[in-house]
């Protein structure tokens, strides 16, 4: 494995700094967007997820969102009182309920969707060839990285504690 070297951390701080600044503007753009439909980004997110997985109980969508339950509880709540989600009977599981999106949940996710795609066309013209891929890439062997360490850190933390 080659030595790491502090140009490396800086390289590794730089590409943190240029995460950051990316989510913040594309937070920015998309509040703006979902705000004239009286949405968030969290609120968004939840819409997200059940248009792709599906009718699912909270515990299950917190787990995959890395959220708490009573957060995303307040998130569903909100949604339901929005008309886009509702709640139905979970038959695997007589206390936790599945929340889906309603006709008006979905109807609303797909406009949003239509919107980001024209969003993402304007901000797509341009780019070399293969350089977004190697984007995903970097990013995602980084996101890698970052669980292994967690998980050592919460084996160093068990330890520590045990």
């Known amino acids: 494995m080659p ?8 390289e590794l701080r730089r590409l943190i700094g240029e995460v950051r600044k990316t989510f913040r503007l594309m937070a920015g753009i998309s509040d703006d967007m979902l705000e ?4 968030t980004a969290s609120l968004r997110a939840i819409l997200e997820y059940l248009a792709e997985e599906g009718p699912s109980p909270v ?17 569903v709540d909100r949604l339901q ?3 886009l989600v509702e709640t139905r009977q979970n038959p695997e599981h007589r206390r936790s309920v599945l929340i889906t999106l309603t006709d008006g949940g979905r109807a609303v996710f797909g406009e949003i969707l ?14 070399e ?3 977004l891929l190697q984007a995903c890439r970097t990013l995602s062997d980084f996101q890698e990285k970052l669980t292994q360490l967690r998980r050592t850190s919460d084996v160093r933390d068990t330890e520590t504690n045990a």
């Open 36 to 39: 004239a439909r009286g949405l």
């Open 129 to 131: 060839e293969g350089s």
């Open 81 to 83: 009182t929005l008309g």
């Open 3 to 10: 030595h790491q070297t502090h140009a490396d951390v800086a």
């Open 59 to 75: 515990p299950k969508m917190a787990a995959a969102k890395s959220m708490t339950r009573q957060s995303v509880q307040a998130l």
């Open 114 to 127: 239509a919107e980001e795609k024209t969003l993402l066309l304007r901000v797509g013209r341009g780019w």
